[in-house]
C-alpha cells in the first residue's frame, strides 16, 4: 500500500469463496486505524480473505502485517 496515514478514509472488505470467484463484502467503511482494529478482530479464516482499499491501491491485510 502506498504511504498513508492512520485517518486515511479506507474500504475493509472480505473477499470471499464462490463457483463465480467469490464477492466481496464490506466490512467497513472509515479510518485506516479503525479498520484494522476490526480486521484484527476477526477469525483467522475471515483475515484471510481480507483486503484494504484506498483511493488508488488495495492491499491483503496479512500482506499489510508482514510488511
Known amino acids: ?7 486515511a478514509t479506507v ?4 473477499l ?3 463457483v463465480e470467484g467469490g464477492q ?9 486505524d479503525e479498520a484494522m482494529a476490526i480486521a484484527a478482530a476477526q477469525s483467522e479464516t475471515v483475515q ?4 484494504l482499499a484506498t483511493d488508488n491501491d488495495v ?9
Not at 500500500?1 to 485517518?7: F, N, S, W
Not at 474500504?11 to 472480505?14: D, E, G, N, T, W
Not at 484471510?48 to 483486503?51: A, C, R, T
Not at 491483503?60 to 502485517?65: G, N, R
Open 24 to 32: 466481496a463484502e464490506t466490512l467497513f467503511y472509515g479510518p485506516l
Open 16 to 18: 470471499g469463496d464462490g
Open 48 to 51: 484471510d480473505g481480507l483486503y
Open 11 to 14: 474500504r475493509l472488505y472480505h
Open 59 to 67: 492491499v491483503a491485510y496479512l500482506d499489510l502485517l508482514e510488511g
Open 1 to 7: 500500500m502506498r504511504t498513508t496515514y492512520g485517518e
